[in-house]
T-cell receptor, first 113, second 110 residues
């Protein structure tokens, strides 16, 4: 299994531009999480999907952030418009259930200038 | 709200010494606890998963213990090597999500 696959690995964009981050889950996993990592705040949960349905989006910073899961194996996180304070590493993780742990992707390093 | 604390924040040891990394959490009603390793600029690699009903898990030179009642876990790394240099993150699962500590950054000196 190739694991959780994220793209792009690095993204540099100008303030105000739309950014889309992508994540492919491990086959058979039904839970998907988006996390953001910064030096100041560590790892923060942004949103959690179970069986393609958003269950908890309380960590999404504001309306500029949106996430979708159009099918069981793929998710996107969109920021529109982007701001410099959105610069961080964004991780997605998937799981097949509470007892099986979580597998993280390699992350997308986003820089908004 | 679950609070996860890792002590120390950083640790530097000579090669061959055993490492002891500590993790504490405030709410003992957890499903499991997972230890991760993160290399600079890289993603999180799972090291060990301990179910709430278990007391410890072992993998090679790594051993993790869990005392749910006191809200503590310890990761032991035997005979450390320079390749063990990384940040180690403890995460607890309560309800459905992982709550992370800030990590312990380990440097093993050759």
């Amino acid at each position: 299994d190739a694991g959780v696959i994220q793209s792009p690995r690095h993204e540099v964009t100008e303030m105000g531009q739309e950014v889309t981050l992508r994540c492919k889950l491990i086959s058979g996993h039904n839970s998907l999480f988006w996390y953001r990592q910064t030096m100041m705040r560590g790892l923060e949960l942004l949103i959690y999907f179970n069986n393609n349905v958003p269950i908890d989006d309380s960590g999404m910073p504001e309306d500029r952030f949106s996430a979708k899961m159009p099918n069981a194996s793929f998710s996107t996180l969109k920021i529109q418009p982007s701001e410099p304070r959105d610069s961080a590493v964004y991780f997605c993780a998937s799981s097949s259930g509470l007892n099986y742990g979580y597998t993280f992707g390699s992350g997308t390093r986003l820089t908004v200038v | 709200k679950q609070e996860v604390t890792q002590i120390p924040a950083a640790l530097s040891v000579p090669e061959g010494e055993n490492l002891v990394l500590n993790c504490s959490f405030t709410d003992s009603a957890i499903y499991n606890l997972q230890w991760f390793r993160q290399d600079p600029g890289k993603g999180l690699t799972s090291l060990l998963l301990i179910q709430s009903s278990q007391r410890e898990q072992t993998s090679g030179r790594l051993n993790a213990s869990l005392d749910k009642s006191s809200g503590r876990s310890t990761l032991y790394i035997a005979a450390s090597q320079p390749g063990d240099s990384a940040t180690y993150l403890c995460a607890v699962v309560d309800d459905y999500k992982l709550s992370f500590g800030a990590g312990t950054t380990v440097t093993v000196r050759a």
